[in-house]
């Protein structure tokens, strides 16, 4: 009985390779990319924008000795809505990398479209939509993929 259940596992194993294999590689979207990233992007857009005033109307080093007591200011701890909107937005990198190893993807290789992530009083809740034909590509049952239900975080 013990090589049956070896040789179905194995056999399991194979095909899960050999999907992973002739599966296409997702191409890379740029739009896509710039709409999954637009708050580190934006967030980056608006340091570099605060710099170059301070720079051209404090001179340089007056401009980076102001920049460094803001970095200071903005460091954490910070207040309770702020650090809950970091939460959301680290959340559904967090989802999109869970989609990837779970292979939870269309023929094509395109991920489920995280809707909304919105901070909850015990963490965060997020919404996703799958595309019609997007299925996980694995042989282990649906309960063992996650532990706790998706975007929910531990306290600790």
Do not use: N
């Not at 170059?52 to 970095?71: F, H, K, N, Q, Y």
């Not at 992530?117 to 299925?135: D, I, K, L, V």
């Amino acid at each position: 009985m013990t090589g049956t259940r070896s040789r179905q596992w194995s056999e399991d194993r194979l095909r899960a390779d050999l999907a992973t294999i002739l599966t296409p590689e997702p191409r890379k979207h740029l739009p896509l990319l710039f709409w999954r990233w637009r708050y580190e992007l934006a967030l980056m857009a608006v340091i570099i924008a605060a710099l170059t005033a301070l720079v051209s109307a404090l001179g340089a080093e007056w401009g980076m000795i102001t920049a460094s007591v803001m970095a200071g200011v903005c460091s954490p701890p910070w207040p309770r809505p702020v650090a809950a909107r970091v939460w959301c937005v680290i959340t559904a990198h967090r989802l999109r990398c869970g989609f990837v190893q779970a292979r939870l993807q269309t023929r094509r290789g395109r991920l489920p479209v995280i809707l909304s992530t919105t901070p909850t009083p015990f963490g965060e809740a997020s919404a996703s939509g799958a595309r019609p034909g997007s299925r996980p590509r694995h042989s282990s049952p649906p309960g063992a993929l996650c532990g706790r239900p998706a975007g929910q975080r531990t306290s600790g």
